[in-house]
């Protein structure tokens, strides 16, 4: 018989609305880590809703997630294991997502997609996806005049408005993509505020997120996509800039 590995402690209960969310990031942060190797066997349904207290119906909704994403397989009466070679979606994976020219092509796909969700996201959120969604536009406000980094809590903005599409599609996508969906995780702030102040490149970068939220809570739909592709065009602009002044530096 296959011992089940252990499974990491919930570490992301306060980032996420979504219970799922919660056990698919925790277990997909150990698959990639190394902590959980393929051929390992994850716990059992109980033992899963056990640590970390969600019901039955969740912690088969996060499987799901994980098959989806090319991470574990399911084998009736047996269990479910970790992959070998873990798939991604559509072919892409953050591990690729290396030079700038990268991180300006995953942009350019950006606003392809995420347009439209942003449009989505107007028609279908609900009451509660629309709370989380201030809640994290405050908490980009309050780190960034802390000086903290804003880089995880600008992707947990994104993925919400994914969420709120209802397609659990946009979600995969943005979620394998992880940090890199965010050009200052690979390019700090000082080198994408063009000559503003870091501080001033947050602000600016916030006022474009407070213009889609706005947009989706007056289900907006038209306004959501415009905003969306404003916010996505300047990044794109912004690291093509910035990119472009650390080539001239180079030279």
Do not use: C
């Not at 990491?8 to 997909?28: G, M, Q």
């Not at 953050?94 to 449009?119: C, G, N």
């Amino acid at each position: 018989m296959t011992n089940a590995a252990t499974l990491p402690e919930p570490t992301f209960r306060k980032k996420y609305r979504n219970l799922a969310e919660v056990v698919v990031e925790s277990i997909s942060a150990a698959i990639h880590s190394g902590a959980l190797k393929p051929g390992d066997k994850l716990p059992t349904e109980s033992a899963i809703m056990e640590q970390y207290g969600v019901s039955r119906t969740v912690v088969r909704e996060a499987i799901s997630h994980l098959q989806a994403a090319g991470l574990v397989k399911t084998r009736h009466g047996i269990g479910t294991f970790v992959l070998d070679k873990p798939a991604a979606p559509l072919g892409i994976a953050r591990e690729q997502i290396v030079t700038m020219r990268d991180v300006l092509d995953i942009l350019e796909l950006r606003i392809s997609m995420e347009t439209e969700a942003a449009w989505l996201a107007a028609t279908r959120r609900s009451e509660d996806q629309l709370a989380a969604l201030r809640t994290v536009l405050a908490e980009m406000a309050e780190t960034g005049a802390a000086g903290a980094s804003t880089v995880e809590a600008d992707r947990q903005f994104h993925l919400l408005i994914a969420q709120s599409t209802g397609n659990r599609y946009f979600v995969d996508i943005l979620a394998q993509l992880g940090n890199a969906i965010i050009p200052r995780a690979r390019l700090n702030t000082t080198r994408l505020s063009a000559g503003d102040s870091p501080a001033a490149y947050l602000q600016r970068v916030q006022r474009e997120h407070e213009d889609i939220v706005n947009a989706i809570a007056r289900r907006d739909p038209e306004g959501a996509r415009a905003a969306m592709r404003t916010h996505l065009s300047n990044s794109r602009e912004r690291l093509r800039l910035a990119s472009a002044a650390l080539e001239a530096g180079a030279g």
